[in-house]
């Protein structure tokens, strides 16, 4: 069983950027893709991005496309979010999820549900 442990968020101007890390603990970190959700006040989480465990594919919803990255360094177990161009739509938790079975249909991974292990999240807030 696999720990996630989010960090990286905190205040940052409309425009400014912030770089998420999720450090993984107690499994094997390549054998999981990774993805980022983000939940703010009164909605449902929601997707943000995902990477394939094997050849690092990646997956984005079209809100964040073109400003967040999402990479992942199997050495150091770690997943990150590059966010860029944040504006106040952006403001939410933040939390990394690992999907430990196969398959990468995009209904599996932009699905709270397709994912078997999350973190405790970390808060971004966009000021306007």
């Known amino acids: 069983q696999v720990q996630l442990a989010e960090s990286g968020g905190g205040l940052v101007q409309a425009g400014g950027s912030l770089r998420l890390s999720c450090a993984a603990s107690?499994?094997?970190?390549?054998?999981?893709?990774m993805g980022w959700f983000r939940q703010a006040p009164g909605k449902e989480r929601e997707f943000v991005a995902a990477?394939?465990?094997?050849?690092?594919?990646?997956y984005y919803a079209d809100s964040v496309k073109g400003r967040f990255t999402i990479s992942r360094d199997n050495a150091k177990n770690t997943v990150y979010l590059q966010m860029t161009n944040l504006n106040y739509e952006d403001t939410a938790v933040y939390y990394c999820?690992?999907?430990?079975?196969?398959?990468?249909?995009?209904?599996?991974?932009?699905?709270?549900?397709?994912?078997?292990?999350w973190g405790q999240g970390t808060q971004v807030t966009v000021s306007s």
């Open positions: 107690g499994g094997t970190f390549s054998r999981y893709t």
């Open positions: 999820a690992a999907r430990a079975r196969y398959g990468s249909s995009w209904s599996s991974l932009n699905a709270v549900g397709g994912y078997d292990y």
């Open positions: 990477i394939s465990r094997s050849d690092g594919t990646t």
